[in-house]
């Protein structure tokens, strides 16, 4: 048995990242990852042992040409991770009219709802997609814990410990952005596929679709735990309160405004941006010039909040929720039921939290309910408990196809030293009733542009067939599912 390790280490933090390769016989395991995380592993075999040792040579000498050096394994660290940790006490108020409980097996972070699904990441890595009933759709096993889960349009995406960001729209998760190993990154948000990422010493960073870093600033504060971006600006919270940066290349300050307690949590709307403090309260903030519109204020450290078109919502770290009228106005306190709110989210007259004891829970908050959990009337129930996590998703796995008959054709090219993808043409245009491909480039398709497309998968001359792309801002996205394209 032959082993070989490698490591890419960069002075900026940009790499940080192992290659570990073992030959046994006629088999070659490749590890790799994050250093200091358990990463991925793929085994082939081979029909000679011979093969086995060529086929691992030739692994190695492509990783040495990209600055890859041979190491010594367990010098370097992992990068830092803190995790959000709530003090949280059981509230004194009364219950909340939980409708239905999911618990997902570990303190939970990550969020996000609409119409169609729930989903919910918790810190041992396994994100759960439900319906509003609470049954299971799907769920993806990640290779660290999840830090939170973002919007940006029709993309969903889920930011890890390890330092990665996965899109989640497809079968399986795909790497999108890997962010620089010095970050101990506290939150991140997505706005145009351009990345917000703050961190626990106050740095506040952009990176666009091509994961290259646009700027990196110390804020005015430390403690990040809020960016939220917009297509002109990015709001920072820390312990200092809010600033808003130019989310262009200058990042120059447009406004910066004090709170009385550090920044744990931000929520956006199109005029506004909402902060949750330590100082009990959440300050309303005008986006345009930074003013102070409304105070909201609650018995304790605020953890979390969200908004609808008519209320504020909050959650503190003694397990209770709150909801005001936009003017200030508290209109009820009631307790969770299942721990203090990490995040949260309202859809349709209902909060969804997720919280301390890895719980996703869904609230009516509806003046109906409210009025008869106030007087201690409460529905009746629904506790679900999670499935046995699934096996860690490698991310770089491809289903092959030969003759497909729909999706979008991309191929892999190099541009200088870089690896760019660019569109070819839609699949269908490309096939001849002899079942051969033709690869005609579509004139309708711009080829100045280029793919976000994932760099884990990026290999010159490659094909692919993805199910859509989608117009950007002088750039294509990938939406949906990945497929490799074998026309030899």
Same mark, same amino acid.
């Given at each position: 048995?032959?082993?070989?390790?490698?490591?890419?280490?960069?002075?900026?933090?940009?790499?940080?990242?192992?290659?570990?390769?073992?030959?046994?016989?006629?088999?070659?395991?490749?590890?790799?990852?994050?250093?200091?995380?358990?990463?991925?592993?793929?085994?082939?075999?081979?029909?000679?042992?011979?093969?086995?040792?060529?086929?691992?040579?030739?692994?190695?000498?492509?990783?040495?040409?990209?600055?890859?050096?041979?190491?010594?394994?367990? %010098?370097?660290?992992?990068?830092?991770?803190?995790?959000?940790?709530?003090?949280?006490?059981?509230?004194?108020?009364?219950?909340?009219?939980?409708?239905?409980?999911?618990?997902?097996?570990?303190?939970?972070?990550?969020? &996000?709802?609409?119409?169609?699904?729930?989903?919910?990441?918790?810190?041992?890595?396994?994100?759960?997609?439900?319906?509003?009933?609470?049954?299971?759709?799907?769920?993806?096993?990640?290779?660290?814990?999840?830090?939170?889960?973002?919007?940006?349009?029709?993309?969903?995406?889920?930011?890890?410990?390890?330092?990665?960001?996965?899109?989640?729209?497809?079968?399986?998760?795909?790497?999108?952005?890997?962010?620089?190993?010095?970050?101990?990154?506290?939150?991140?948000?997505?706005?145009?596929?351009?990345?917000?990422?703050?961190?626990?010493?106050?740095?506040?960073?952009?990176?666009?679709?091509?994961?290259?870093?646009?700027?990196?600033?110390?804020?005015?504060?430390?403690?990040?735990?809020?960016?939220?971006?917009?297509?002109?600006? %990015?709001?920072?919270?820390?312990?200092?309160?809010?600033?808003?940066?130019?989310? /262009?290349?200058?990042?120059?300050?447009?406004?910066?405004?004090?709170?009385?307690?550090? %920044?744990?949590?931000?929520?956006?709307?199109?005029?506004?941006?909402?902060?949750?403090?330590?100082?009990?309260?959440?300050?309303?903030?005008?986006? /345009?010039?930074?003013?102070?519109?409304?105070?909201?204020?609650?018995?304790?450290?605020?953890?979390?909040?969200?908004?609808?078109?008519?209320?504020? &919502?909050?959650?503190?770290?003694?397990?209770?929720?709150?909801?005001?009228?936009?003017?200030?106005?508290?209109?009820?306190?009631?307790?969770?039921?299942?721990?203090?709110?990490?995040?949260?989210?309202?859809?349709?007259?209902?909060?969804?939290?997720?919280?301390?004891?890895?719980?996703?829970?869904?609230?009516?908050?509806?003046?109906?309910?409210?009025?008869?959990?106030?007087?201690?009337?409460?529905?009746?129930?629904?506790?679900?408990?999670?499935?046995?996590?699934?096996?860690?998703?490698?991310?770089?796995?491809?289903?092959?196809?030969?003759?497909?008959?729909?999706?979008?054709?991309?191929?892999?090219?190099?541009?200088?030293?870089?690896?760019?993808?660019?569109?070819?043409?839609?699949?269908?245009?490309?096939?001849?009733?002899?079942?051969?491909?033709?690869?005609?480039?579509?004139?309708?398709?711009?080829?100045?542009?280029?793919?976000?497309?994932?760099?884990?998968?990026?290999?010159?001359?490659?094909?692919?067939?993805?199910?859509?792309?989608?117009?950007?801002?002088? &750039?294509?996205?990938?939406?949906?599912?990945?497929?490799?394209?074998?026309?030899?």
């Amino acid at each position: 048995m032959q082993k070989f390790y490698l490591e890419l280490s960069e002075d900026d933090g940009a790499s940080h990242k192992y290659y570990e390769v073992i030959v046994d016989d006629t088999e070659v395991t490749i590890s790799y990852g994050r250093i200091g995380t358990i990463g991925q592993t793929t085994t082939t075999a081979y029909p000679t042992p011979e093969k086995a040792k060529a086929a691992a040579e030739k692994k190695i000498k492509q990783k040495l040409k990209k600055g890859y050096e041979e190491s010594v394994k367990g %010098v370097r660290k992992k990068r830092p991770i803190t995790r959000r940790q709530i003090d949280s006490k059981r509230s004194v108020a009364k219950p909340s009219p939980l409708l239905w409980k999911f618990s997902s097996g570990a303190p939970a972070f990550g969020i &996000f709802i609409d119409s169609n699904c729930c989903l919910v990441g918790n810190q041992n890595g396994s994100v759960f997609v439900l319906d509003h009933e609470a049954n299971i759709l799907n769920q993806y096993r990640l290779p660290d814990g999840v830090k939170c889960i973002v919007a940006d349009d029709i993309w969903i995406y889920a930011g890890c410990d390890d330092g990665c960001v996965y899109d989640l729209t497809g079968k399986l998760p795909r790497l999108t952005y890997e962010i620089s190993a010095n970050i101990d990154i506290f939150w991140l948000d997505i706005h145009n596929a351009s990345l917000g990422v703050s961190d626990a010493g106050g740095t506040i960073m952009i990176t666009n679709h091509e994961n290259e870093d646009l700027w990196q600033r110390k804020s005015q504060g430390d403690s990040g735990w809020m960016v939220r971006c917009d297509t002109d600006q %990015v709001f920072h919270g820390h312990s200092s309160g809010v600033t808003a940066y130019s989310s /262009k290349k200058n990042a120059n300050i447009i406004w910066d405004t004090h709170t009385k307690g550090a %920044v744990l949590f931000g929520w956006q709307e199109k005029q506004s941006v909402y902060a949750g403090t330590t100082d009990k309260k959440v300050y309303a903030i005008n986006k /345009k010039d930074g003013h102070v519109e409304q105070v909201y204020a609650c018995d304790a450290a605020v953890y979390s909040c969200a908004t609808s078109e008519n209320y504020v &919502f909050a959650g503190d770290n003694h397990s209770s929720i709150y909801c005001f009228s936009k003017d200030g106005k508290r209109l009820w306190k009631l307790g969770t039921g299942c721990g203090s709110a990490y995040s949260m989210q309202y859809l349709e007259n209902k909060v969804y939290i997720v919280t301390t004891d890895g719980s996703l829970a869904c609230i009516d908050a509806s003046e109906t309910a409210i009025k008869a959990a106030q007087k201690g009337n409460l529905p009746k129930r629904k506790n679900i408990k999670a499935p046995k996590p699934i096996s860690t998703s490698n991310t770089t796995a491809l289903e092959t196809i030969t003759n497909p008959e729909e999706g979008v054709l991309l191929k892999c090219v190099r541009e200088g030293n870089k690896l760019r993808v660019k569109v070819i043409s839609l699949a269908v245009k490309c096939r001849q009733e002899n079942g051969q491909f033709k690869l005609e480039i579509s004139p309708e398709y711009n080829q100045d542009w280029n793919v976000q497309f994932p760099h884990n998968l990026r290999e010159e001359g490659a094909l692919f067939v993805v199910d859509e792309i989608r117009e950007a801002n002088n &750039f294509y996205r990938v939406f949906g599912n990945i497929q490799r394209l074998n026309i030899s």
